[in-house]
């Protein structure tokens, strides 16, 4: 059975650092992996996808990176802002239909 | 940018009514799903829906769950008997096609609370 575990599961970071956020699934046999941004009361809003077939996917000041084999991914977020404050969470698919398995997710906290 | 809707964004029902959330998917998309979270654990599958039926359904998708397209735009999930258990927020997300390269786009979440 899939296990999804985002490590560490808060942080807090002054403004201007570089972070990583981590992700780890137990079966390799995935479809693509997503990382998604959750405000407080809101819903998920996607950040980026990659394909079981991609090493990594940019966007802006996030990078993502997957190793299938060893089952991780890892998210970068560059020059961090108060404005990235959210939880941030990892989700795997696999098999047919798209069934999304998700981690607990990292809160993050930036201050100024 | 298109995105999911979710109504109402707020749900207070009595343990044992029935209640039905809504969905309006991103119009071209073809899979729709939804999801719950209780609060402070982690976004769970609940059911996957094409081609007007179910195409997958997790163990809590019980015989309290149901979920129906009654039209070209909506999709709802019902759930017959409401429990305290099921106090959550519910999300949709929809697809495009089932490919590896498409993401599911997620609504805000409708939060239900049982009393």
């Known amino acids: 059975k899939q296990e999804v575990t985002q490590i560490p599961a808060a942080l807090s970071v002054p403004e201007g650092e570089n972070l990583v956020l981590n992700c780890s699934f137990t079966?390799?046999?995935?479809?693509?992996l997503q990382w998604f941004r959750q405000d407080p009361g809101k819903g998920l809003t996607s950040l980026l996808l990659i394909q079981s077939s991609q090493r990594e996917q940019t966007s802006g000041r996030l990078n993502a990176s997957l190793d299938k084999s060893s089952g991780r991914s890892t998210l970068y977020i560059a020059a961090s802002q108060p404005g990235d404050s959210a939880t941030y969470l990892c989700a795997v698919t696999a098999g047919g239909y798209n069934k999304l398995i998700f981690g607990a997710g990292t809160r993050l906290a930036v201050h100024p | 940018e298109p995105e999911v809707t979710q109504t109402p964004s707020h749900q207070v029902t009595q343990m044992g009514q029935e209640v039905i959330l809504r969905c309006v998917p991103i119009?071209?998309?073809?899979?729709f799903y939804w999801y719950r979270q209780i609060l402070g654990q982690k976004v769970e599958f609940l059911v996957s829906f094409y081609n007007n039926e179910i195409s997958e359904k997790s163990e809590i998708f019980d015989d309290q769950f149901s979920v129906e397209r009654p039209d070209g735009s909506n999709f709802t999930l019902k759930i017959r008997s409401t429990k305290l258990e099921d106090s959550a927020m519910y999300f949709c997300?929809?697809?495009?096609?089932?490919?590896?390269?498409?993401?599911?786009?997620f609504g805000d979440g409708t939060r239900l609370s049982i009393l």
């Open positions: 997300a929809s697809s495009e096609v089932d490919r590896p390269n498409q993401p599911q786009h």
């Open positions: 079966d390799s046999a995935i479809y693509n």
């Open positions: 119009s071209n998309h073809l899979y």
